[in-house]
């Protein structure tokens, strides 16, 4: 990191705002919420620039394409939450400055400062959260047994659940059912973890990415989705209400999503301006109901731009509850990650 780069990131309003409308171009690293036109245009049209986003799904594969790619590529980076420290130690993010950043009107749990911190600096911000838990079709499953994790993956729904293709959070839900804290996860509960995983394949009809378990929930091909949440249904509510999810009474594993600038942008100050406005109450209300996939919101003030039906969508107001019953991610460590993921391919193979 430059001190040239420190000093255009922490530059004044109007110097910033002068040199965006100068600028032409802004590439992006994204998840796909990130590719609406809805949420795009509008900064588009307020800098006069372009935004070029492209898509990644998977940490790993951000980094392969950041690393790969020639200095001064790309400019933002949105991430898992979880994974932030990783782009921060291999030195891929611009510090950003904390007075311009309205955390203050953030969820509390969510601001995430353990996460996008490091050594009092912040590298990245929360910009949407949600569950990773049990998404159903009440139509066709009993609802009070998606209230036990245990009943959801029983020989009762045998060939009827899809469990969504990310060994962390269905591993973190595994844990949760057997009582073992997502925070608490080492080499030794795996053999607690194992068991409840065999179970889970040996009942899953598919085990299957974003778009493939949640067109497997729409069409019928499976009742239930291990993983899912929100952001699997909350785009199919108008149409088919009967999709739905829920937290089950164990608790579920909750997810959020950060966006920095990289440190090596050759445009921090539009690069910031677009960090700024996606944590705006507009930016956010927009984020939110992305035609990819919705979830919550960091900043609680994009519930005065949300409407009622959305915010109903979205459960605005069991948030408190939701918050207090459900876990991060595991945050494991790079050998006890590799045991995670070891134990997830043979669990693939069964």
Known sequence: MTKRTVALLGGTAMWLVGAAA?????NALVWCDHTDDALIKPFEEEFGVTVNVREYEGTGAALALLEQSRPGDWDVLVIDGIDVFRAVESGLL??????????ADFFPEIVMAENNTLDGVTYAVTEKFGYNTISYNSEKVDPADMQDLSTVWSDKYAERISIYDYYLPVMGLAAIAEGVATADIDAKSLDTIGPVLSQMRSSAASVAGVVAAQTALA????????????????????????LTWTIPDQGAVRWTQSIGVLADSEQPDLALEFVKYIVS????????????FWGMPANSAAGEILNDDQKSVLRWDDQTDYLA????????????????????LDTLSQ
Do not use: F, H, K
């Open 22 to 26: 100068n600028a032409q171009e802004l």
């Open 94 to 103: 611009a510090p950003l400055p904390d007075d311009q950043l309205p955390t």
């Open 219 to 242: 069409t019928g091909e499976v009742d239930i989705v291990v993983g899912g949440g929100e952001w699997l249904t909350a785009v199919l509510a108008e149409e088919q209400p009967e």
């Open 281 to 292: 109450p507009e930016g956010q209300a927009r984020l939110a109901t992305s035609a990819c």
């Open 325 to 344: 019953r459900t876990q991060l991610y595991p945050a494991p460590d790079a050998d006890l990650d590799v045991e995670m993921q070891d134990l997830w």
